[in-house]
């Protein structure tokens, strides 16, 4: 069994700053990926971020210099820190593995999401 889950967001005005982690647990071989998507009230789903095991990142148009990801390989974690907020961010933030476990190669696990929301 897999766990991916999510914290640290919250409202944060605009130009402000906040830190979402991601930990995935489990009976996890290796990771090949960790990347963060959004999803906007009636929007789509839309790559926000995303880190490879050997530290490849690549990022959104829209948050290219506002917004880094980072990972812990030995902690199955990855982090967003997101700077200059904009109310066009928000949205709710969700994390994505792509994971090999004991029975499954190169799945796809999901978190629940958390809320960011930037208003003043």
């Known amino acids: 069994q897999v766990q991916v889950v999510e914290s640290g967001g919250g409202l944060v005005q605009p130009g402000g700053s906040l830190r979402l982690s991601c930990v995935a647990s489990?009976?996890?071989?290796?990771?090949?990926?960790m990347g963060w998507y959004r999803q906007a009230p009636g929007k789509q789903r839309e790559l926000v971020a995303i880190?490879?095991?050997?530290?490849?990142?690549n990022y959104a148009e829209s948050v290219k210099g506002r917004f880094t990801i980072s990972g812990d390989n030995a902690r199955n974690t990855a982090y967003l820190q997101m700077n200059s907020l904009k109310p066009e961010d928000t949205a709710v933030y969700y994390c994505?593995?792509?994971?090999?476990?004991?029975?499954?190669?190169?799945?796809?696990?999901w978190g629940q999401g958390t809320q960011v929301t930037v208003a003043s």
């Open positions: 880190i490879t095991s050997a530290g490849n990142t």
């Open positions: 489990g009976t996890i071989v290796s990771i090949y990926s």
């Open positions: 994505q593995g792509i994971l090999t476990t004991m029975t499954r190669a190169n799945g796809n696990y």
